[in-house]
């Protein structure tokens, strides 16, 4: 099989890096691709959002399977464009790409099927929103309705902070028209958990659970970023959760999709907050969350083609998915300093080739490119996920941050606490 894979990040780093493990695969594309992507696929330098032209270049090539990693593209319609084409396309159309797509019509959605999640209120004026929060109790939290590259989400501790955020969402357009409609919902207390799971319209197969860190600094210190680091899977995600939630929130989710007309294949990302009252739903995607993705991939035993056939298929209920649950596995980010809001890119990145042959240690790249001379230089806020499996979680930490020593350049920043809190387990 010729297999294209759309994007550009550590995620679809990761998505590339199994799709080269299977039987079916005999050449892999990526468009754009980066540069550590181009060590298992060929870069194609086509945008993300060039829908025409992707749709050409996979005619041209006779890919047999597109695999679409990010969530503008699906957001904006890409899958329904290959379909129109006669293409065999994995991710959700556009119909059910709302699900991430909208915040507002995702809590709606959620409201109207009883599936567990924060109380809200959605506002489409600045004027009636900064209203509501003379009364509202705090702390609160404000979302950009639209997608806003996992940043559009500002937890406010008092009422000066909430006003200010309601500006930069709204009137400001920090986000741009991803601000057009915010929401502002209760501040849930607890443990988060990110747990991914493959979709075929009917059946949801769980993944192995993550845990996620989204601050800048560390101790959760710090703007919201795309992600930190990650590990997998969570000590707090026992049996007596997965039962409530696969009971409460994945299959209902599923299911509200479907009689919404908008049945959903693909990947749902659920983001839970594991409260006092029992889990709820913070947020979904619709596709691999980054870095989930270099955390959960790394330990799942089968042929990922397999399962991204089953579910376009609708045969996702033959799949049984199987994880290497005796190791964990850490992502540590290697950003750009400055990151997420200012920085600087072109710096050579030394000691990559330390990850070579070493199994169980891996450096998924999320923004490098080439220079001109042929060296792999920093091309993001977010570079590098350098990644370690270990017998425990503590010991996949330890094995992550001495993978880190192995590779640097200039201008790097990362924190040094992911997966800090399963010691407290």
Known sequence: MKILIVGSGGREHAIAWKAAQSKHVEKIYCAPGNAGISEVAECVPIGAMEFDRMVSFAKEKEIDLTVIGMDDPLVGGIVDKFEEAGLRV?????????????????????????????????????????????TARLPVVLKADGLALGKGVLICETLSEAKKGVKTLMLDKKFGSAGNEIVIEEFLTGREVSVLSFVDGNTVR????????????????GLNTGGMGNFSPSPFYTEEVDAFCQKYIYQPTVDAMKAEGRPFKGVIF??????????KVLEYNARFGDPEAQVVLPRLENDIIEVFEACIDGRLDEIELKFDNGRATVCVILASDGYP????????IKGLENFKGKE??????????????????????????????????????????????????????????????????
């Open 270 to 279: 659920f983001g839970l907050m594991l409260t006092e009252d029992g889990p």
């Open 341 to 348: 809001v200012e920085y600087k890119k072109g710096f050579p």
């Open 90 to 134: 994995f991710g959700p159309g556009k119909n059910a790409a709302i699900l991430e797509g909208s915040k507002a019509f995702a809590k709606n959605l959620m409201k109207k099927y009883h599936i567990p999640t924060a109380a809200y209120e959605t506002f489409t004026s600045a004027e009636e929103a900064l209203a509501y929060l003379e």
């Open 206 to 221: 769980i993944m192995s659970s993550a845990q996620d860190h989204k601050r800048a600094k560390d101790g959760d210190q």
């Open 360 to 425: 169980d240690y891996y450096v998924f790249h999320s923004g490098t490119k080439f220079d001109g001379n042929g060296r792999i230089v920093t091309n993001g806020g977010r570079v590098l996920g350098v990644t370690a499996n270990g017998a425990t979680l503590k010991e996949a930490r330890e094995n992550a941050y001495k993978a880190v020593e192995w590779v640097n350049f200039e201008n790097q920043y990362m924190r040094h606490d992911i997966g800090k809190s399963v010691d407290e387990v």
